[in-house]
């Protein structure tokens, strides 16, 4: 199996801004009808969390549902034997994603200079990002 283009890891998540900003949008309208028409107010404890459980539900549900966010599956990359993942290491993968995206990509950039050439998030859930273009003609 081939691992993934650090640049394909990059992109991916670039894109998942998009459906996330969807979901966000999508809350929001179903907050402004139940509350008819009120707004929550800025820094708003309970929004905060309801919007990074929306967050961490969007990565690991696709993490484990198909090994793949949609960002990931336009840049042809997914998680090598994702049905093998139990929520646990998607829980550890998002957290250490997370920190990563916190500290400018850390994370991702720490693979060049890895033994193991793995990521942040490879190594907290024990399963790497792997090209699926390139294994798919591997295996043809």
Known sequence: MKQSKLWKHVAALIY???????LFLVTSLILVLIRQGNEVQPRT???QLILF?????YFTYSWKKGGQTLGMRAW??????HHLMNWQQATLRFGAGLASTL???LGLWSRKFSTNKVTWMDA???KEVIDLQVNSKLND
């Open 103 to 105: 500290l400018l990509g």
């Open 45 to 47: 404890l309970w929004m």
């Open 124 to 126: 907290a859930c024990g």
């Open 53 to 57: 459980l929306e967050v961490f539900l």
């Open 76 to 81: 042809k990359i997914g998680i090598q034997d």
């Open 16 to 22: 998942d801004i998009f459906p996330i900003l969807a």
